[in-house]
């Protein structure tokens, strides 16, 4: 079946560091990658999302590019910021053919923590 | 808008008591989903609405049960809680474009 792993957490970092969490997928088929981001005691909130492949999304200075070569969706910053502290969720939607249903798969999450 | 609003925020039950987590969203979208999420292992998917009048099992459906109300409303009850049960849920609601939306939560905890 579809999975997604990222690395482990947490991540902890200064304030003006350059992010990467890294994320890898298994899929069949051709999904669309996404990351979310769970702010301390929120629900989840769609940070960036990719299609297909070599696109990029971006949203808040966060950056991910789909990469199919080497099935990953990495997410990037170039200078964070103690307010970037939360969960990361990387996740894919795929079709499931018996189904015919599009549902996410969800990795573990990544803990970030921005020190000032 | 709302977006998507889950009630209770917080419950604490006794191992065998019952009850029904509420779900409603206001975005007219036709899927809505439940989620369990414990720590370190993302989140799981326990049952789906692709439509209204439709329910199908998602990855850890047991000890659950789902009514999709109408298009709006989609709630999860627990018939007996068990201590395993424990976790924070999510509802969820998605149109075509794939992305889906999440509520607050709720935190449960089956002592």
């Known amino acids: 079946g579809d999975s997604v792993t990222q690395m482990e957490g947490p991540v902890t970092l200064s304030e003006e560091a350059f992010l990467t969490i890294n994320c890898t997928y298994t899929?069949?088929?051709?999904?669309?990658l996404f990351w979310y981001v769970q702010y301390p005691g929120e629900g989840l909130q769609l940070l960036l999302k990719?299609?297909?492949?070599?696109d990029k999304g971006s949203n808040k200075g966060f950056e991910a590019t789909y990469r199919k070569e080497t099935t990953s969706f990495h997410l990037e910053k170039g200078s964070v910021q103690v307010s970037d502290s939360a969960v990361y969720f990387c996740?894919?939607?795929?079709?499931?053919?018996?189904?015919?249903?599009?549902?996410?798969?969800f990795g573990s999450g990544t803990r970030l923590q921005v020190q000032p | 808008n709302a977006g998507v609003t889950q009630t209770p925020k917080f419950q604490v039950l006794k191992t065998g008591q019952s009850m029904t987590l509420q779900c409603a969203q206001d975005m007219n979208h036709n899927s809505m989903y439940w989620y369990r999420q414990d720590p370190g292992m993302g989140l799981r998917l326990i049952y789906y609405?692709?439509?209204?009048?439709?329910?199908d099992k998602g990855e850890v459906p047991n000890g659950y049960n789902v009514s999709r109300l109408n298009k709006r409303e989609f709630s999860l009850r627990l018939e007996s809680a068990a201590p395993s049960q424990t976790s924070v849920y999510f509802c969820?609601?998605?149109?075509?474009?794939?992305?889906?939306?999440f509520g607050p939560g709720t935190r449960l905890t089956v002592l």
């Open positions: 996740a894919l939607s795929a079709l499931d053919m018996d189904t015919g249903r599009r549902a996410l798969t």
């Open positions: 990719a299609t297909k492949a070599d």
């Open positions: 899929a069949t088929g051709y999904p669309s």
């Open positions: 969820a609601s998605s149109e075509a474009s794939y992305e889906q939306f």
């Open positions: 609405s692709a439509s209204e009048g439709t329910t």
